[in-house]
């Protein structure tokens, strides 16, 4: 589980190259069938005889007692759900938009909580609140022509109901984007993992079978590889791996993706394996070909030997160069099942959910990889190696052709400018044209002029680091940035018509409650002089493989003791002698953001978003208008 618009690409990466190297493969995707049979008539009259058979063995309290839940609300309108879901989904999929008409008539589909949302911006009020309630106020958002978007976000909120229903009466452990996702984050032990395959099936895990039952007839295949991205994927990943070895025990499994190759690097637990084969680590294609080569060779490779846990590498093997990996492929995936979902209100931020991406890398890892909070020591961060530019629109022309669709996500770590800027000029050159967006480093190579360049190759939003949006921490984490630098890089993107998107976080090592408001004053700046369009605020965390990790005392934090580790490691536990309640200031930082994503709330103090009270900001009130100043940039720059 992780998006639903669009096909995570390490199967496709995969394919491809494994294709161009002769081998027959076939790739597929259990996410989104998953959520498809779940939300389907069938689906929802499953999930509502399992509820009334539970009501039925739970009559211990009388109604009256008991607190009036989404799932009662589901049940009382049930039938009014199943006339209207698969008509909503094939709308979501873009496939019947006469359906819109319908769905904005508020009339076709049950509301449930989730449609709080759509009452919460009272135009009588300055900021949004998700505790208030007005008037059905989203015509600001869609003025009175915009019936599909309009649509789709309340078709979203149907979904966003329906989920909770699942999360609430079926499985606690399944979200649209990730499953069972506390089990596998940073867990030192396999146990929680190991209980719950041995566990009674919910019915989410009776359907994942079935599929992976349908996908083994299908394909039958001598090797099936899994990739496991995320916590979120870890647990359907062995649930998985475990049906394949009851029906299918003569496959050989792979397990390989980004919760290994951070999670997994001092594995010891030997019941891993009485799931998959293998665990490889890093870049998939040279472990998962020598693999199939069956010569005895391997590269970063997890076997069981004796009972033992043993990582195998053969010296003289070495990774695929990233202009040798070949060209993805989605033949064999979906494309036409997945759904667009839009549920906010902020154009720059429904690019992640809204529409189908063709994905490409630019360039392995990072060019910058300085950065003390990121996995530098890690392959795919510390080893750069990109491609050319005319072989990057070669592989652009390749997949338009397969996929006739020109939208296009560069999932590069840090797109560099250098590289961007020679493909922008080779699409142009080439007449090829698609729409584009990717992350960035806010760092002053992006001038106006460049960003007018993306913009006309057809870049339409980046994302990008501010981190702490403090100079003196940004200095501490080797951002090599500052907020002013920001401030006119993403001015000068947003002025040539790209959307902006910028990272933050808070509670890094040593940051003050004083920071922390400073902070949320330049970003609200940000947002109100145009830099920004959107944000997320993060919990910063310590990793294992990070510089801070590595050497936390010299950024003034103590690691706390921790468990034996026989499965994944990754977040640390530290302590940090700054006196700050970061927990109580994340609500407040998450609220106001909320709000600037919306354009509300600039007039008011910052201080304003928090239940307690805090610090006065000590940041000048001009700071970022003085940053985009004629003679300020005139001043810094000469």
């Not at 490889?280 to 199939?292: A, H, K, M, Q, V």
């Not at 070495?318 to 667009?340: C, F, N, Q, V």
Request: charged share 25%; glycine share 8%; net charge negative.
């Amino acid at each position: 589980m992780t998006q639903l618009n669009t096909p995570y690409p390490a199967t496709a990466y995969l394919t491809g190259f494994l294709r161009e190297r002769g081998y027959a493969c076939a790739q597929a995707d259990p996410a989104i069938e998953l959520v498809l049979r779940l939300l389907s008539r069938p689906g929802l009259n499953r999930i509502a005889e399992r509820m009334s058979i539970a009501r039925q063995t739970k009559k211990k309290q009388t109604r009256r007692t008991q607190e009036f839940s989404i799932g009662d609300f589901f049940l009382e309108n049930f039938a009014s759900y199943e006339a209207a879901i698969e008509p909503t989904i094939r709308f979501l999929q873009g496939k019947d938009p006469s359906v819109a008409l319908r769905i904005v008539s508020r009339e076709f589909f049950p509301e449930g909580p989730r449609f709080q949302a759509v009452t919460q911006f009272d135009s009588s009020n300055e900021v949004a609140n998700s505790e208030e309630s007005g008037g059905d106020s989203i015509g600001w958002a869609f003025g009175s022509l915009g019936v599909q978007d309009r649509a789709k976000y309340l078709a979203s909120l149907m979904v966003d109901d329906l989920m909770d229903v699942i999360r609430e009466e079926i499985d606690p452990r399944f979200e649209l984007s990730r499953y069972g996702e506390k089990l596998a984050a940073s867990a030192p032990s396999f146990d929680p993992i190991y209980n719950a395959l041995h566990a009674s099936a919910t019915l989410v895990d009776e359907i994942l079978d079935e599929i992976t039952t349908d996908l083994i007839a299908k394909h039958q295949p001598s090797i099936l590889g899994l990739t496991a991205p995320f916590p979120g994927n870890v647990y359907g990943a062995f649930r998985i791996a475990k049906k394949v070895r009851e029906i299918s025990p003569q496959t050989k499994i792979i397990l390989g993706g980004g919760y290994p190759n951070t999670e997994l690097r001092e594995l010891k637990e030997p019941r891993v394996f009485d799931f998959v084969d293998y665990v490889t680590l890093d870049d998939g294609e040279r472990p998962f070909l020598s693999i199939l080569e069956g010569k005895g060779e391997f590269l970063r490779t997890f076997v069981r030997e004796d009972g033992q846990v043993v990582l195998k590498t053969t010296p003289k093997l070495h990774d695929i160069p990233h202009k040798d990996a070949g060209t993805p492929t989605y033949d064999g995936l979906p494309l036409d099942k997945y759904l667009s979902i839009f549920e906010m209100l902020n154009p720059m931020h429904r690019i992640w959910s809204d529409g189908r991406w063709n994905k490409l890398t630019l360039a392995h890892g990072c060019y910058w990889k300085k950065c003390n909070f990121c996995d530098v020591n890690l392959d795919y961060i510390g080893r750069y190696d990109p491609a050319s530019a005319d072989l990057i629109v070669d592989r652009i022309e390749k997949l338009i052709a397969e996929t006739g669709q020109s939208g296009f996500h560069f999932v590069d770590e840090a797109a560099p400018p250098a590289l961007l800027k020679q493909m922008a000029e080779r699409l142009i050159a080439r007449g090829v044209t698609i729409t584009w967006w990717g992350n960035v480093r806010f760092e002053k190579t992006f001038t106006p002029e460049l960003a007018l360049l993306l913009a006309r190759s057809g870049c339409v939003a980046v994302s990008g680091g501010l981190e702490v949006a403090s100079d003196r921490l940004l200095k501490l984490m080797n951002k090599g940035v500052t907020v002013e630098q920001v401030a006119r890089v993403t001015r000068a993107l947003t002025d040539a018509g790209i959307m902006v998107h910028a990272y933050l976080m808070y509670g890094f090592p040593t940051e003050t409650e004083q920071e922390t408001v400073d902070a949320l004053e330049r970003v609200r700046q940000l947002f109100e002089a145009g830099c920004i369009q959107s944000a997320y605020w993060h919990r910063f965390s310590v990793t294992a493989h990070s510089p801070i990790g590595r050497d936390p005392e010299k950024f003034g934090i103590k690691l706390l003791p921790a468990p034996a580790v026989t499965f994944a490691k990754n977040d640390l536990a530290f302590e940090d002698p700054t006196p700050c309640d970061h927990n109580r200031l994340g609500v407040g930082l998450r609220k106001a953001l909320y709000n600037y994503m919306h354009g509300l709330g600039f007039e008011s103090d910052v201080r304003f978003w928090f239940d307690k009270k805090v610090p006065t900001v000590t940041v000048a009130k001009n700071l970022i208008a003085r940053a985009l100043s004629d003679s300020a940039l005139g001043s810094r720059e000469g």
